[in-house]
């Protein structure tokens, strides 16, 4: 894997409407076995949980994932494709995104998180809760970044008011093998082994109640 691939890429529709991009979908490796066999986990909802000490400095929340994690950051957020230490790690940065932008978990859940590491009851980390949404207020000028997870999908919405501009917004991988777009319009990222498909953008803008459709896509800007 080149660590250092980074390609961008920008969303292309006009100012002022809610955009939903359905992301990071991990191949389904259980997918020729039947609803019946499936292990059970897989239907535990995915949330989101404060980073309490339990990962990196740099970590806002976090999401465990069968088969890896997701963690959110100060301007993107890493997905690592296994495990164990030494695993693949996928990187996308908000290019220009407000580093001070206050990250809130919404929709809290009934369970908690916790972390039980060493005999050192001190260094326990204990009922950390867990959140279905995360919400990074202004990450672009009035632009809202929200993260949401459903089972093994994982979503973010760009959340624009009148005025914002949604050209503004790229993304920068970092960790892929390869990154394309297909023919049906979404982003498919090759990286350690596995395929990540971002689907084709739902852009849509409200007016007088009613959900107004708005073209959008992606666009690959660069490659280095």
Request: glycine letters at 8%; aromatic letters at 10%; one cysteine or more.
């Amino acid at each position: 894997m080149n660590a250092q691939s980074i390609a961008l890429l920008a969303c292309l529709f006009p100012a002022a409407f809610t955009f939903t991009q359905l992301t990071a979908q991990t191949p389904a490796p259980l997918s020729n076995v039947s609803e019946s066999a499936k292990p059970a986990f897989l239907d535990i909802p995915v949330q989101f949980e404060p980073n309490q000490g339990q990962a990196a400095n740099d970590v806002r929340f976090l999401s465990r994932l069968p088969g890896g994690e997701f963690e959110l950051t100060g301007d993107g957020f890493r997905l690592s494709l296994g495990q164990s230490e030494e695993v693949p790690v996928l990187s996308a940065k908000f290019v220009g995104m407000d580093l001070n932008s206050p990250a809130a978990g919404e929709d809290a859940g009934t369970g908690v998180a916790n972390y039980y590491r060493g005999s050192d009851t001190a260094g326990w980390i204990r009922s950390i809760p867990l959140f279905a949404r995360v919400r990074y207020s202004n990450a672009y000028p009035s632009t809202d970044l929200v993260y949401r997870a459903t089972r093994n999908r994982l979503e973010y919405d760009l959340e624009l008011k009148p005025g914002a501009e949604a050209d503004n917004v790229s993304l920068a991988f970092t960790g892929a093998d390869a990154i394309q777009i297909d023919k049906g319009g979404d982003l498919v990222i090759n990286a350690g082994g596995r395929t990540l498909r971002f689907l084709v953008p739902d852009s849509y803008q409200m007016e007088n109640g009613k959900r107004i459709e708005v073209p959008s896509g992606y666009r690959i800007l660069s490659r280095d």
